[in-house]
């Protein structure tokens, strides 16, 4: 069964810090890449990191890098998404998404196509 179920989404003000996190089933989380996307009001879809199942290989958006940090707990299932210093720029709605890896951490990169999504969960910066 293909669950991501997000949380953690709201409303701070610039500068402030937020943690998402993305809860999952068995079905796909297990070997799998694990991702996090955003897409703002009339513009695309945009991704903001990824990472390994073994939590070795971490990919970031230029955008959101040394802001943002991905990990993940194997035993709950689970993906987190740090954001801190976060800007007005950064508010979106935030996707959990996942994708195969195949065994290999390349597969994981924000570049490659995520086949299981999540419904997502707003952030929203004020200045």
């Known amino acids: 069964q293909v669950q991501l179920v997000e949380s953690g989404g709201g409303s701070v003000q610039t500068g402030g810090s937020l943690t998402l996190s993305c809860a999952a089933s068995d079905y796909t989380y297990s070997g799998n890449c694990m991702g996090w996307f955003r897409q703002a009001p009339g513009k695309e879809r945009e991704g903001v990191a990824s990472i390994d199942f073994g939590g070795s290989s971490t990919y970031y958006a230029a955008s959101v890098k040394g802001r943002f940090t991905i990990s993940r707990d194997n035993a709950k299932k689970t993906v987190y998404l740090q954001m801190n210093s976060l800007k007005p720029e950064d508010t979106a709605l935030y996707y959990c998404?996942?994708?195969?890896?195949?065994?290999?951490?390349?597969?994981?990169?924000?570049?490659?196509?995520?086949?299981?999504w999540g419904q997502g969960t707003q952030v929203t910066v004020s200045s």
């Open positions: 998404a996942a994708r195969p890896s195949l065994g290999t951490s390349w597969r994981c990169s924000l570049g490659m196509p995520y086949a299981y």
